[in-house]
Structure formats: C-alpha cells, structure tokens
C-alpha cells in the first residue's frame, strides 16, 4: 500500500553542524512532497516543497533531495541552530481525485547545545 | 501571510457536551481540512472541503460533524465524545489550484481537545 516512512525516529546533532532528515515512500505516483516542521503544542509549519520533475530544491539553509529511482526524499538542514529542534514530518500527494496528503511518521531534531 | 487561525487553543469537554472548533483563513484558499493528531504520531486526515462542499470524509464517525459556512470558515462539530477522542485537532488550507497537483497546505495551531 501507500507509505511514506521515516528511516530515524531521532535525530541528535550538535549546534554548527549540518543535519540530514531522511525519508522513503513507497507510491511512484506521487508527484508532490513536503517538508513540515512541528514544535512543541504547535502545528506542523511548512519548510519546502519539492515537485517529481525535480531532484534538489534550495531554500534558507535548507535543501529537499528527491531521487525517484530509489524513492527516497530527504532534508538538509545547514547549521543547524536550537531553534531547529523540532519534530520533521515529510508528506506526499497521492495522484488521484482527492487531496490526501499523506505523512510520513516524523523525525525528532535534537540540537546539543 | 500564510496564517490559519483555531479557536479555542484548548477545549476540555465531557461526553454528553457539544462543542465546535472554529478555523478561519483568510487568504482566499478554496480548499480546508481537519485533521486529527495523536501524541508522537503524524496528523491523520478526517475531512476535506473543496470550494465549501465536502469533497472527503475519512471514514469519520458521525459525532464528529464538519461544517463550511463560508470559503473563509471551517467549522468541527463535537458531540458525544469519547476520551480516546482526545488529541490535537489541527484545521489546514490550500490554494486549490485544480489540476496542477501542487497545492501546498498551511496548518493552524490546532485546538487541543480532552475528552472527560
């Protein structure tokens, strides 16, 4: 069936370095995907987006990698701050009539100070 | 701007009460979500509104009852809860843009419901 699927629950990185989020799905049809950000008692707020017709996509210190021959996404966050602590949701369009947007299981950054 | 706005932030109500959470947006987005969201999981979709009607119901229960009063307004109606229906009720929007499949969606705060 359809899945998008994290391969960490948890991220610890220290504060300066770069972090990578990975993420599979498993619908080659899906031609759209997102980036989300949840804090703590917050909703998930958007970081990039990324159409099938493209591989990397650059936004302020962060890039979406998609490589549709292994069906794998993932985000790159550089310099990574404490601000960046948060749990990272990767999400999918699923090309039929309706507008499901399905969600992978989420990642947690954890920024060591 | 890209802001949903929930109220209220947090609702605690009993299993005989009725209830509604309100979600508004006004930035002229045609298409509205509700969309459930468990402790450590991702949020699950419940309803979709495209131009005010209801394009999707995910096999919702009936006490939960969504409403579309306008392009700008969401409403979910409570009544009869159950406790395991406590969670974080998150409301979304998007452009609608029809065919060309990349209609990102913006969350509000969503409202955090305890059933009693």
């Known amino acids: 069936g359809e899945s998008v699927g994290l391969h960490l629950p948890t991220l610890s990185v220290q504060e300066g370095d770069n972090s990578i989020i990975n993420c599979a799905y498993s619908?080659?049809?899906?031609?759209?995907f997102i980036w989300y950000k949840q804090e703590s008692g917050k909703g998930p707020q958007f970081i990039i987006d990324?159409?099938?017709?493209?591989d990397k996509r650059q936004g302020q210190r962060v890039t979406v990698l998609l490589n549709k021959t292994v069906k794998h996404l993932s985000l790159q966050i550089a310099a990574t701050q404490p601000g960046d602590s948060a749990v990272y949701f990767c999400?999918?369009?699923?090309?039929?009539?309706?507008?499901?947007?399905?969600f992978g299981s989420g990642t947690r950054l954890l920024v060591r100070p | 701007d890209t802001e949903v706005t929930q109220t209220p932030k947090h609702l605690v109500m009993g299993m005989t009460n009725k209830k509604s959470l309100k979600c508004e947006q006004h930035?002229?987005?045609?298409?509205m979500y509700w969309y459930k969201q468990k402790a450590k999981k991702p949020p699950e979709l419940m309803f979709v509104?495209?131009?005010?009607?209801?394009?999707i119901n995910e096999s919702v229960p009936s006490r939960f009852s969504p409403e579309c009063p306008n392009s700008s307004l969401l409403n979910l109606h409570l009544h009869a809860l159950q406790p395991e229906d406590s969670a974080l009720y998150l409301c979304?929007?998007?452009?609608?843009?029809?065919?060309?499949?990349?209609?990102?969606?913006?969350f509000g705060p969503g409202t955090r419901l305890t059933v009693l």
């Open positions: 930035m002229g987005h045609r298409a």
């Open positions: 979304a929007s998007s452009p609608y843009k029809g065919e060309t499949r990349t209609d990102t969606q913006y």
């Open positions: 509104y495209s131009y005010e009607k209801l394009s």
């Open positions: 999400a999918e369009t699923v090309m039929d009539s309706s507008y499901k947007l399905i």
């Open positions: 990324i159409r099938s017709n493209m």
């Open positions: 619908n080659s049809a899906s031609d759209y």
